[in-house]
């Protein structure tokens, strides 16, 4: 543990009202999944005016990655925060770019999924700069692109090999702290059929009416749930999100294609998620012939045949890794009670760092979770300056 006097002369290097300007002006500045070049370039040059030093990478189409190091003494990485840098669409959102503050939260899209988290964690480096205190290890920020799609940014992290004794996830995690994610497996289901005129439906088969078959039974598929030692039990979970399928009222589909998205808990993978799919549609194409059925990995903003390759796996960190134990520590010093330890039913880039890169990795970050994507999506201030505080603490934990 670092002793308060270091920790007080970083605390006191954290100007409250830079962080949540420093937010403001990163929620102004428009990056919707896509368009990540002009907040990246931005990012860039902050860091490196904190004397970072800073590489940018154009992972797609000048959709470009940041990677801030604070060199240490010696050689490696003690902490990596990794957050990313696109937003989901403005959908419905009133003045997504305002960053304006009403009844203490930063109200704009991306405030809280996940432009604060990133924000705090570069706050927090500066704070470690200007006290003045030499790290013995290196102290990193990424902010990467794509996060809310393909995960181009992660996956290039990944190519370039990244090395860190532990990373934090900086999206919102309402200051808990999270230590596994489930993946999630993206399914089409293609069901054919054959056209007839609604007049005479028996001399067709109707696709939509094999598909609705299918969609009752995938909703009796047996689900897996583990304990996670210290963090709970996670269940597996399966929602059929979109359908499609038919030509008119009076015709009989000849085709009928079902997306669904199966969350995955440890143990499990894309292929086994696939084949346990592809045996319960085997079974009603054994009790019904004219039942065919194509199964693959799309969702309808996928394009991109690695990710597809991939997937996007679960991932876990045991609560005593140094990570997990630096930001406990670090919560209880600056919240005094001890933070609240769990994991996540959604998915997180946490994936690529644990199970590609074999980096500890947590998530704790300001911001409520359900408010992402929404219309109404803000950031409370008070959990924004707390995350600055606890990641700088952290960052002394793991870098001193
Ligand atoms: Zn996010």
């Given amino acids: 543990m670092i002793d308060t006097s270091t920790q007080e002369r970083v605390l006191r290097r954290i100007d409250d009202r830079e962080v949540v300007a420093f937010t403001q002006e990163m929620v102004r500045l428009e990056s919707q999944n896509g368009n990540e070049g002009p907040i990246a370039r931005w990012l860039a040059d902050r860091l490196a005016q904190m004397g970072m030093e800073v590489r940018l990478t154009d992972v797609h189409r000048g959709r470009l990655n940041v990677v801030g190091v604070l060199p240490g003494r010696e050689a490696g990485i003690g902490l990596l925060f990794h957050g990313h840098t696109d937003t989901v669409p403005?959908?419905?959102?009133?003045?997504?770019?305002?960053?304006?503050i009403v009844d203490g939260c930063i109200w704009g899209r991306g405030a809280c999924d996940q432009k604060g988290g990133l924000a705090?964690?570069?706050?927090?480096?500066?704070?470690?700069?200007?006290?003045?205190?030499?790290?013995?290890k290196g102290l990193t920020v990424a902010a990467v692109v794509d996060e809310e799609s393909e995960h181009r940014g992660s996956y290039a992290l990944v190519e370039q090999g990244i090395r860190a004794d532990g990373a934090i996830v900086t999206e919102p995690s309402g200051l808990r702290l999270v230590l596994a994610c489930k993946g999630t497996v993206p399914i089409r289901i293609t069901f054919r059929g054959k056209v007839a005129h609604g007049a005479t439906p028996w001399l067709g088969v109707n696709a939509i009416e094999k598909a609705a078959k299918a969609v009752l039974a995938l909703g009796e598929l047996p689900l897996r749930a583990v304990d996670l030692p210290g963090l709970g039990t996670m269940r597996g979970s399966i929602n059929v999100g979109l359908i499609k399928g038919g030509t008119a009222y009076n015709n009989v589909a000849h085709e009928c294609s079902v997306f669904l998205d199966r969350r995955m808990v440890p143990g499990e993978t894309q292929a086994t998620c696939l084949a346990e799919i592809r045996q319960l549609l085997d079974r009603l194409a054994a009790e019904d012939?004219?039942?065919?059925?194509?199964?693959?990995?799309d969702r309808p903003d996928w394009e991109w045949e690695p990710i597809k390759r991939r997937g996007l796996n679960p991932a876990v960190t045991p609560p005593d890794?140094?990570?997990?134990?630096?930001?406990?520590?670090?919560?209880?010093a600056v919240v005094g009670e001890p933070v609240e330890l769990g994991y996540t039913n959604g998915y997180m880039d946490m994936d690529f760092l644990v199970n590609d890169l074999g980096i500890p990795t947590a998530n704790y970050g300001p911001g409520d979770l359900a408010l992402a994507h929404s219309d109404h999506e803000r950031l409370d201030i008070g959990e924004l300056l707390t995350a600055t505080r606890v990641y700088a603490l952290a960052a002394l934990e793991m870098c001193l």
Avoid: Y
């Fill in 120 to 136: 705090a964690s570069i706050m927090a480096v500066q704070a470690v700069v200007r006290a003045g205190i030499p790290l013995r």
């Fill in 90 to 100: 403005f959908l419905n959102m009133e003045n997504p770019l305002s960053g304006e």
């Fill in 321 to 332: 890794a140094a990570v997990a134990q630096a930001l406990m520590q670090a919560h209880r």
């Fill in 289 to 297: 012939p004219h039942l065919r059925a194509a199964l693959e990995v």
